[in-house]
């Protein structure tokens, strides 16, 4: 519950990778079952779409989740994905479609894992709904950066998200990367925070409370590729506008 409270009283928490590593279903102790997921989680970044809609370098895939009364996940595109202007001037207000995450990836174990827990946290915050009243977003994202083609996020500075509960899982970052910080504001004036996300699994949680960003992504050495590769987990009441 300290990450739960935490969210509640300061608007984010910071949760350590090594809280997911103590997770049953991740299976750490198990290093063979425990790899495997792993490497087929990274192996999906392989795979993504550079984003038609925004500049900044950003390759990403995309999946709902439902969850079912015996608490097993389906996945798939169950609404349309679109943002509103007041919170992504960017590409606010236009349906955007990307890739359904693949299978072999909503079924990895260690999302799979990842995901109960996301769940989990939000019941237990509770300050947005029952799960049934939620639309639940998987995004896969990887930030592919040169050292004259650096990759960032859309919005690139301070803002708040549609979705009421946003988790950043990180999988990888390159050692070569520049950048990557992610701020914390209670306004657009004045920054509270400055976190990174370096270990596995290391994540962010934010709320409505703060506005957030992330720096953008650089490299180090000329003529390599840097690379952030995350999990963004979402959470929005389907009745927004009428809560």
Not at 182 to 199: F, G, S
Request: charged share 20%; hydrophobic share 35%; with cysteine.
């Amino acid at each position: 519950m300290e990450h739960v409270n935490h969210l509640a009283a300061g608007g984010y928490a910071f949760i350590p990778g090594s809280y997911y590593q103590t997770l049953p279903d991740v299976n750490y102790a198990n290093k063979d079952i425990f790899l495997s997921e792993l490497e087929q989680l990274k192996l999906a970044y392989e795979q993504l779409t550079l984003d038609p809609y925004s500049a900044g370098n950003r390759w990403r895939g995309y999946a709902q989740c439902r969850r079912n009364p015996q608490g097993e996940l389906s996945f798939g595109h169950f609404t349309e994905y679109k943002q509103t202007k007041k919170y992504n001037p960017d590409t606010g207000g236009i349906v955007r479609h990307y890739p359904l995450l693949p299978e072999n990836i909503t079924a990895n174990r260690l999302m799979q894992a990842i995901l109960q827990d996301d769940i989990a946290f939000v019941e237990a915050y509770g300050r947005i709904g029952p799960m049934e009243e939620l639309s639940v977003g998987i995004h896969l994202f990887r930030y592919e950066a040169q050292c004259d083609a650096p990759a960032y996020s859309s919005p690139v500075w301070l803002h708040k998200d549609d979705e009421d509960v946003v988790f950043v899982h990180l999988i990888h970052a390159s050692d070569n990367m520049l950048g990557g910080d992610n701020l914390i504001a209670p306004n657009p004036k004045n920054i509270e925070r400055v976190l990174r996300l370096e270990a596995l699994f290391d994540t962010l949680v934010v709320n409505h409370d703060k506005y957030h960003a992330v720096t953008p992504i650089g490299c180090r050495q000329p003529g390599e590729t840097a690379l952030r590769d995350i999990i963004l987990v979402t959470f929005q009441r389907t009745m927004k506008e009428a809560a």
